[in-house]
Antibody, heavy 116, light 107 residues
Framework: EVQLVESGGALVQPGGSLRLSCAAS????????MSWVRQAPGKGLEWISY????????YYADSVKGRCTVSRDNAKNSLYLQMNSLRAEDTAVYYC?????????WGKGTTVTVSS | AIQMTQSPSSLSASVGDSVTITCRAS??????LGWYQQKPGKAPKLLIY???NLQSGVPSRFSGSGSGTDFTLTISSLQPEDFATYYC?????????FGQGTKVEFK
């Protein structure tokens, strides 16, 4: 079964850091680009990052650029999002998604809450 | 960044109705657009890719059309399981951008 499972979400104080992980299974992870998308409580979807299959190209939304770093380990079938200098507006459910011309497989999400 | 203007933001409909949702891009995006369905507490689900291609396993009552700047998602005969929020997403260039969403509610 093709599956993505996010982890690492937590309650963190403003200014803190967090590393999210996304474990892939059921497909050849190294063949696909990957993205992170988030959704603040009661709000719409927001694309925040993309990494290509070889990690040669990485892209970010302006809202997280300079504070977040996307990475992957193809040997471990894993995607990561390092988040620094967290703000209250980063509070959201974070989804990872597989990309092959479109975002076709999504995880169930992990919740990040930024609050003192 | 390309802005995706989605309308309406919400609509009320009955089972069996035909429903149309539109997305307008602030610049031409070829057909680099997908439509996603999201139910409360769940992850988004891909319905349509490349503007008009039905994702495998998605019922044929869903259809998409458009190219350039104007796109539509049509649900030809609304079913109870279709009450959800729908989003368009352009992946023509970075940053990718979603529409604001359309909530389809039961009339």
């Amino acid at each position: 079964e093709v599956q993505l499972v996010e982890s690492g979400g937590a309650l963190v104080q403003p200014g803190g850091s967090l590393r999210l992980s996304c474990a892939a299974s059921g497909f050849t992870f190294s063949y696909y680009g990957m993205s992170w998308v988030r959704q603040a409580p009661g709000k719409g979807l927001e694309w925040i990052s993309y990494i290509d299959l070889s990690s040669n190209n990485k892209y970010y939304a302006d809202s997280v650029k300079g504070r977040c770093t996307v990475s992957r380990d193809n040997a471990k079938n894993s995607l990561y999002l390092q988040m620094n200098s967290l703000r209250a507006e980063d509070t959201a459910v974070y989804y990872c998604a597989r990309f092959y011309y479109y975002l076709d497989v999504w995880g169930k999400g992990t919740t990040v809450t930024v609050s003192s | 960044a390309i802005q995706m203007t989605q309308s309406p933001s919400s609509l009320s409909a009955s089972v069996g109705d035909s429903v149309t949702i539109t997305c307008r891009a602030s610049q031409a995006i070829r057909n680099d657009l997908g439509w996603y369905q999201q139910k409360p507490g769940k992850a988004p689900k891909l319905l349509i890719y490349a503007a008009s291609n039905l994702q495998s396993g998605v019922p044929s009552r869903f259809s998409g059309s458009g190219s350039g700047t104007d796109f539509t998602l049509t649900i030809s005969s609304l079913q109870p399981e279709d009450f959800a929020t729908y989003y368009c997403l352009q992946d023509y260039n970075y940053p990718w951008t979603f529409g604001q969403g359309t909530k389809v509610e039961f009339k």
